[in-house]
């Protein structure tokens, strides 16, 4: 079954940068919009962020917006995340995810979402 991988996880000290990747399993997600969501002990998946297809537009959670940075490379495949000035709430599961649809209306919702990664751990210490 396709699904999405994601690489780049750790435990770093607040203030400090990680970036994360995820790559299909197979098959091309060029036309897709790939997102990260992320998950805390105890609490809902939540989004972070969202790239079009076309890399042109994103849209991100406004707990991450000035920290987080996504992007993408087409010739690859592969949807990036660079997370500074890293904060100890930052703290979770991270999750990469592929959607069809096109309004960004509907990328902060998770239904939305029809490929998901088996997820990657940041640990951000205070």
């Known amino acids: 079954q396709v699904h999405m991988v994601e690489s780049g996880g750790g435990l770093v000290q607040a203030g400090d940068s990680l970036r994360l990747s995820c790559v299909p399993s197979?098959?091309?997600?060029?036309?897709?919009?790939r997102g990260w969501f992320r998950q805390a002990p105890g609490k809902e998946r939540e989004f972070v962020a969202a790239?079009?297809?076309?890399?042109?537009?994103?849209r991100y959670a406004d707990s991450v917006k000035g920290r987080f940075t996504i992007s993408r490379d087409n010739a690859t495949d592969t949807v990036s995340l660079q997370m500074n000035s890293l904060k100890p709430e930052d703290t979770a599961v991270y999750y990469c995810?592929?959607?069809?649809?096109?309004?960004?209306?509907?990328?902060?919702?998770?239904?939305?979402?029809?490929?998901w990664g088996q997820g990657t751990q940041v640990t951000v210490s205070s």
């Open positions: 197979e098959g091309t997600f060029t036309y897709y919009t």
């Open positions: 995810a592929a959607t069809t649809a096109s309004s960004p209306s509907r990328w902060y919702t998770k239904e939305n979402y029809s490929y």
């Open positions: 790239i079009r297809w076309s890399g042109i537009n994103s």
